[in-house]
């Protein structure tokens, strides 16, 4: 049996836009995706911590060291800027891999988005 494992979020990071008109998504830092190992078109969960919304997307790059948080199309409708957002991502494995597995998370100043520490590490998932 294969089971939905977190395999890594960015914690507590605030919109800094939101984009109605874009056709959707949710474009992220590119160095928050690289440090939450979360690839460009990846599906990923939000959970607004402000209002409690939770729903689903997928990240697209955006300029590395902005600090931006952008939800775009139906999403935008989710949020408002500075809000605070989790975004999770998940990978699937086997029961004889879950107990090797660490989810990273990303964890970020409050104002710029800026990374603060990484905890965790993948192992041997995959």
């Not at 939101?18 to 990923?44: H, P, Q």
């Not at 409690?52 to 590395?64: L, N």
């Not at 605070?84 to 710029?112: G, M, Q, W, Y």
Request: hydrophobic share 40%.
């Amino acid at each position: 049996m294969r089971r939905a494992i977190l395999k890594s979020k960015i914690h507590r990071a605030r919109v800094t836009e939101a984009n109605l008109n874009y056709e959707g998504s949710i474009t992220i830092d590119k160095a928050l995706m690289e440090a939450a190992n979360i690839a460009n078109f990846e599906k990923v969960s939000i959970w607004n911590i402000e209002n409690g919304e939770r729903f689903e997307t997928y990240a697209v790059e955006g300029e590395r060291d902005s600090g931006e948080i952008c939800l775009n199309g139906a999403a935008a409708r989710l949020v408002h800027v500075g809000d605070r957002v989790i975004i999770a991502s998940f990978c699937e494995l086997e029961e004889h891999e879950i107990a090797k597995h660490n989810p990273k998370l990303v964890l970020v100043d409050e104002s710029t988005n800026r990374i603060k520490a990484i905890l965790g590490e993948i192992k041997g998932a995959g």
